[in-house]
T-cell receptor, first 114, second 116 residues
Framework: DAMVIQNPRYQVTQFGKPVTLSCSQT?????MYWYQQKSSQAPKLLFH???????NEADTPDNFQSRRPNTSFCFLDIRSPGLGDAAMYLC?????????????FGEGSRLTVL | AQTVTQSQPEMSVQEAETVTLSCTYD???????LFWYKQPPSRQMILVIR??????QNATENRFSVNFQKAAKSFSLKISDSQLGDAAMYFC?????????????FGKGITLSVRP
């Protein structure tokens, strides 16, 4: 059974039209992450939540926002998608942020920007 | 800042044969963790194997084993008796053992194909 579920799996949007991607988890993990993965590139961490504490990466554009209304759900909002934002977006969870901890990933949401 | 390098973008292996995927990393830290993650086509990324830097013994998980060379900052993955289901993208990743919010740093990945 899937433990980290991302919706939608595929999202097509127009240039500048806001989009929201969702992630839910059944693991009761306190940490949730959002990664951006472009073709032939390493997944890049955008931000993560440790419980309700939001941790933004220094180089994450302001165009990307996130919400975590409860332990199970986390949303990625792209306020004005540009062509360069077309990518796979991966949600992941972990129990704590200790270095040994395994991350559990969803299947990803592929965003296309027209 | 830590970096992870996977210099080979693609590799191919014959079913039942052995293949080694290379990874190097750069860090000034002495205590950290290294991981190999597998991402099958259209499926979620999953952990294959994990190595703790302070352990000299190489980690093994069934057909998967690593060759961890701390001085050389090298961390290769060996897949024995390759199976068709091993075809996927493999990512090497690094994570510091210190700090409350240490993040996972990935390499660019390598696409492994398995020939029947």
């Amino acid at each position: 059974d899937a433990m980290v579920i991302q919706n939608p799996r595929y999202q097509v949007t127009q240039f500048g039209k806001p989009v929201t991607l969702s992630c839910s988890q059944t693991l009761n993990h306190n940490v949730m992450y959002w990664y951006q993965q472009k073709s032939s590139q390493a997944p890049k961490l955008l931000f993560h939540y440790y419980d309700k504490d939001f941790n933004n990466e220094a180089d994450t554009p302001d165009n990307f926002q996130s919400r975590r209304p409860n332990t199970s759900f986390c949303f990625l909002d792209i306020r004005s998608p540009g062509l360069g934002d077309a990518a796979m977006y991966l949600c992941a969870t972990s129990r704590g942020t200790g270095g040994h901890g395994e991350l559990f990933f969803g299947e990803g949401s592929r965003l296309t920007v027209l | 800042a830590q970096t992870v390098t996977q210099s080979q973008p693609e590799m191919s292996v014959q079913e039942a044969e052995t293949v080694t995927l290379s990874c190097t990393y750069d860090t000034s830290e002495s205590d950290y963790y290294l991981f190999w993650y597998k991402q099958p086509p259209s499926r979620q990324m999953i952990l294959v194997i994990r190595q703790e830097a302070y352990k000299q013994q190489n980690a093994t998980e069934n057909r998967f084993s690593v060759n961890f060379q701390k001085a050389a900052k090298s961390f290769s993955l060996k897949i024995s008796d390759s199976q068709l289901g091993d075809a996927a993208m493999y990512f090497c990743a690094y994570r510091s053992a210190s700090g409350a919010n240490s993040k996972l740093t990935f390499g660019k990945g390598i696409t492994l194909s398995v020939r029947p």
